[in-house]
């Protein structure tokens, strides 16, 4: 499903993931809008709804998937 119709949705999106060792929060809270500027074109991304601005707009926290290689 595409981040936009998750988005839309009224249930919050964020797939807890067993191993939360592989996954990194990406710092600080973002607005939906500005998630463009922060996933790349093969990342693995979870979000969390993490409170409103004082006007309203939802804040997410982002976790970028990052296994460790093993070589």
């Known amino acids: 499903m595409p981040i936009k119709d998750l988005l839309k949705s009224k249930d919050d999106p964020f797939v807890n993931p067993e191993d939360l060792s592989e996954w990194k929060r990406i710092p600080g809270l973002f607005r939906k809008w500005e998630f463009g500027e ?34």
């Open 38 to 71: 922060l996933i790349e074109d093969n990342d693995s991304i979870s979000f969390q709804k993490n409170g409103k601005t004082e006007d309203g707009t939802q804040l997410w926290a982002l976790y970028r998937h990052c296994p460790e290689k093993t070589h």
